[in-house]
């Protein structure tokens, strides 16, 4: 495995306003994430895990200190940069889904991709175990389906980086399962790195590595 880190948290904090308040959601973080590795984050609500997440994904700057995506500051890149990174080199994985209702499962999966291929639509679908039901429409898919869509739809751009908050959020235990699975093999057999935010036990104990954190600060 290659040690190099693709993504560098190097005393990182991040304020909200809120009223006339400030709300620091992360603390002076050092974290370094080594390709190939998956990273499970967990900790109680307001510790911090999200707003990690969403600066890992450049969906959000710090307040202060430095993020480096391969080695370079975030910042120092523009605006069509980041979506250019974003894009190319992060899938994205959420909680409820977040499917277009309208579309059909292979349409979902077509959505991001820099140049629609219907071919390798259908080879992702069929990589999540969802063969023969590219037609079917979001209220036709169980919950579970509706997350293997949104994985295939994660590697719709053949990403190195794969971002998970909460995948498993809204499933049962049996679907948790298959998830996990599905995205640990991501992991061991095609290389990705994954990091992934969840209040669920079992779904950490598919990670290499697992990280807590409480009050904005990571405490193990």
């Known amino acids: 495995m290659n040690n190099s880190n693709v993504i560098e948290f190097k005393d990182v904090w991040k304020t909200y306003p809120m009223g006339t308040e400030e709300v620091k959601a992360l603390r002076g973080v050092n974290l370094k994430i080594k390709k190939g590795s998956f990273i499970a984050i967990m900790g109680p609500s307001g510790s911090g895990k999200s707003t ?43 909680q409820r889904f977040n499917l277009m209702p309208q579309l059909n499962a292979l349409e979902n999966v077509m959505l991001p991709m820099i140049t629609a291929d219907k071919e ?34 994660a590697l719709a751009n053949d990403p190195t980086i ?17 998830i996990m699975e599905l995205i640990k093999d991501l992991n061991e057999k095609d290389g990705l790195t994954i990091v992934e935010v969840t209040h669920n036990p079992l779904s950490a104990e598919f990670a290499t590595e697992l990280i807590k954190m409480q009050d904005g600060n990571i405490i193990r």
């Open 120 to 153: 390798k639509a259908k080879k992702l679908l069929d990589k999540v175990g969802l063969s023969g039901k590219y037609n079917r429409l979001q209220n036709q898919l169980s919950g579970g389906e509706q997350q293997r869509v949104s994985i295939a739809r």
């Open 52 to 94: 990690l997440l969403h600066l890992a994904g450049i969906l959000d700057t710090p307040t202060k200190g430095t993020v480096l995506m391969n080695g370079k500051n975030i910042e120092d890149y523009s605006g069509k940069e980041q979506a250019k990174l974003r894009r190319e080199n992060i899938g994205f994985i959420f």
């Open 162 to 178: 794969l971002l998970a908050d909460e995948p498993t959020g809204e499933l049962d235990t049996q679907n948790t399962k298959i």
